[in-house]
């Protein structure tokens, strides 16, 4: 009689999880499905804590609607009931020590119209936007190139330090010139190569038509919060969990793989769903290509500071402030944050709950303000509440959550590592990878990731009848 197929997922995150999920449901309930996570919690990115006695996120917050991916896990795993969608308050935008509505029509901060960021820009910014349909042709070579520096020479520096560079560093950690452009919009590159006359042009063309009343929403999320897709994906998933247990080696064998972390098991097929460094050490010994791909991937870290105020405390109207690199308070000290949620403001199930905000801290290469106590986070930041926000009464909780490493920096040699690991892999038998590195760091890009190579593996192994 044959034995059930055995497969082992590394890493407990949303990729993880939701390979496991489509595991199951490809391979049927005879597989045996393990998922090795060296945490005490499963998870990953999705963290939900209590604040003040609601329950807030402090690291994924939300999940794009336009993309089917996180939608249809939702619904498959039986939550679509508890998505709640983002309020109308729209955010804002510090910059050249003015606080100015965020513009609602640009494509990650680049106009289609030099109009929409009047306001924002200086009179000269302006028009230096304005100019950039003048300017000859772009003609981007075959590798990709630093976005920040494209825009500059095009654009301006205003528009990078402003706009652009907040906005991707709350998605990528990282500001516009640490990032590629066929690496973090690659819509944009190739409206470029089909002929778009001008980065303003190709913006103009990937831009929705105004819709009245705003549309239809753009994130949601979870009542409760997003760590219940992780809590319910491994039960669907009726995976065996090991909480607490890294693993320590792979060994390709002829049979399949062998697993050692607590203790050596041989299965069937691997599925490896964690941070870069991770995967190096583990694919180091059965493939040094994949582990020298893995190697050249840069990690930003960052903090969240999560606090809640008295009740009837009031915060601004927006929905949140993203905040240019290098602004100062009000007696002249640095400001700490890079981007603050009110999110009792974003999210009205829980501004009928409390009133709690969150605030970000560190960009690629500012270690140094990952090295701050916990204290002096939270001390900076209520510092930037007060000076920014004007919110001056003191807090009745707050939780500080630290992602070490926690960012993959979508950086111009990025699709080129992508490349190298995609390669390299192909020549492991029965081993995928998933994960936010690959293709996207959002919840939605991570789930199409697991799900792809769940696929792949499961054509790959024999389930017994």
């Known amino acids: 009689m044959s034995s059930p197929v055995e497969i082992a997922v590394v890493g407990g995150g949303i990729s993880g999880l939701t390979a496991a999920v489509r595991l199951r449901k490809l391979l049927g309930p005879a597989a045996s499905i393990t998922v090795y996570e060296s945490t005490t919690r499963l998870g990953g990115k999705l963290r939900t804590v209590e604040v003040a006695g609601v329950p807030v ?30 309020g109308p ?46 300017l000859p042709p772009v003609r981007l070579p075959a590798h990709d190139v630093s976005l920040g520096r494209l825009l500059r020479q095009r654009l301006g520096d205003e528009l990078v330090d402003r706009l652009v560079s907040p906005l991707l560093g709350g998605v990528y950690g990282a500001r516009a010139d640490d990032l590629g452009l066929r690496a973090v919009l690659p819509a944009l590159a190739k409206a470029l190569e089909n002929g778009a006359g001008s980065i303003t042009a190709a913006a103009a063309g990937l831009l929705p038509p105004p819709q009245a009343g705003g549309g239809s929403p753009v994130f949601g999320t979870l009542r409760g919060g997003l760590q219940q897709v992780a809590e319910r994906a491994a039960h669907v998933a009726d995976a065996r969990v ?9 060994r390709c064998t002829a049979a399949g793989w062998q697993v050692t972390a607590a203790e050596t098991r041989s299965v069937d097929g691997v599925i490896l769903a964690v941070p870069a460094p991770a995967a190096r050490r583990l694919l180091a010994g059965c493939s040094p290509e994949a582990a020298d791909a893995y190697g050249r991937v840069e990690l930003a870290s960052m903090a969240v500071v999560t606090v809640a105020f008295p009740p009837g405390t009031e915060l601004p109207e927006s ?24 999110t009792s403001r974003k999210w009205p199930h829980i501004g009928a709950a409390g009133v709690i905000m969150r605030a970000s801290v560190g960009r690629f290469g500012q270690a140094e303000q990952l090295r701050m106590t916990d204290d002096a986070l939270i001390e900076g930041v209520l510092a930037d509440v007060a000076d920014l926000a004007g919110v001056t009464v003191e807090p009745i909780d707050v939780h500080v959550q630290r992602w070490g490493g926690g960012l993959p920096c979508y950086g111009p040699e990025h699709g080129e590592c992508v490349a190298a690991i995609d390669k390299a892999v192909a020549g492991l038998p029965r081993l995928e990878v998933a994960g936010a590195l690959l293709d996207g760091v959002g919840i939605p890009a991570c789930i199409a990731t697991a799900d792809a190579a769940a696929r792949r593996l499961a054509s790959q192994v024999t389930v017994p009848h």
Do not use: C, N, W, Y
């Not at 090991?242 to 792979?250: A, D």
């Open 57 to 86: 996120d402090v690291g994924a917050e939300a999940f794009l609607l336009r993309r089917p991916e996180a939608v249809e896990l939702v619904a498959e795993l039986g939550l679509q009931d508890e998505v709640v969608h983002a």
């Open 89 to 134: 308050a729209s955010p804002s935008v510090r910059a050249s020590g003015r606080t100015v509505a965020l513009p609602r029509r640009t494509f990650m901060g680049i106009p289609g119209d030099a109009a929409e960021v009047d306001g924002v820009l200086s009179a000269k910014g302006v028009e230096q936007v304005a100019a950039e349909r003048t």
């Open 242 to 250: 090991e909480l607490g247990t890294p693993v320590r080696e792979l």
């Open 319 to 342: 929905s949140g402030l993203l905040i240019e690199e290098g602004q100062r308070r009000s007696d002249g000290s640095a400001v700490l944050s890079k981007a603050m949620t009110f």
